[in-house]
Structure formats: structure tokens, C-alpha cells
């Protein structure tokens, strides 16, 4: 599977962005996809997650709940992350990634990751 992230960009405090994950390759819809962000000298950090199955559970780590939402589209092949409400502490290189059929936080534990793209938020 390869990823590919876009969506990024300069935005100010109180707006929205849409990040986007592109996935190639076979069997999209059995992989557990979630966003991961990591800002300058700190270690890179959950985000959100949705599952693989049908209900496609979400799940979203405290500082983001209720302004940022996951969603896919396995038609599509794609994944999303819609922020709204955003803060300068949201600054950071947003990174999706995939693991099969798993259901965790740990970035260890995923397989295949996008290449990042940078969202910067100012006050």
C-alpha cells in the first residue's frame, strides 16, 4: 500500500482544512487508516483513526474531539481528515498511515505511512 497526503497549508486560528490520504494497491477497505502529526523536537503523535470494518469506527485523541473528524471513502481509496476550529497548537506535519486490520495509537504498529504534509496555523 502507498499513501499519499495532501491538503495542507497556512491557515489562520478558528478555520478549516481538509486533509486527504490517497491509497493505492489492493484490499484499501481491510486496513485500519489513521492520522498521526508530529511538530519540530517533539515525537510524532495519534490523531484519529478509523477501522476497517463495516461500522468504521472513529476514535480521536482529546485535544482534537469535537473540532476534527475522520472519515473514508473505500470507493475512493481515501481518507480523510476534516479540521475545523483549528488552533496554533495544531501546527504540526500531518502523516497518514495504514495497518491491516489492527486498532491502535502506536505509530509502531502501522505498516505504511504518507509522506506528511505541513499544516501551520496562526494566531
Known amino acids: 500500500v502507498q499513501l499519499q497526503a495532501s491538503g495542507g497549508g497556512l491557515v489562520q486560528a478558528g478555520g478549516s482544512l481538509r486533509l486527504s490520504c490517497a491509497a493505492s494497491?489492493?484490499?484499501?477497505?481491510?486496513?485500519?487508516m489513521a492520522w498521526f502529526r508530529q511538530a519540530p523536537g517533539q515525537e510524532r503523535e495519534f490523531v484519529a483513526r478509523i477501522s476497517w470494518t463495516s461500522v468504521s469506527s472513529t476514535d480521536y485523541t482529546d485535544s482534537v474531539k469535537g473540532r476534527f473528524t475522520i472519515s473514508r471513502d473505500n470507493g475512493k481509496n481515501t481518507v480523510y481528515l476534516q479540521m475545523n476550529s483549528l488552533k496554533p497548537e495544531d501546527t504540526a506535519v500531518y502523516y497518514c498511515?495504514?495497518?491491516?486490520?489492527?486498532?491502535?495509537?502506536?505509530?509502531?504498529?502501522?505498516?505504511?505511512w504518507g509522506q506528511g504534509t505541513q499544516v501551520t496555523v496562526s494566531s
Open positions: 494497491g489492493r484490499a484499501f477497505s481491510t486496513y485500519t
Open positions: 498511515a495504514a495497518v491491516r486490520g489492527g486498532w491502535n495509537i502506536r505509530p509502531s504498529v502501522y505498516n505504511y
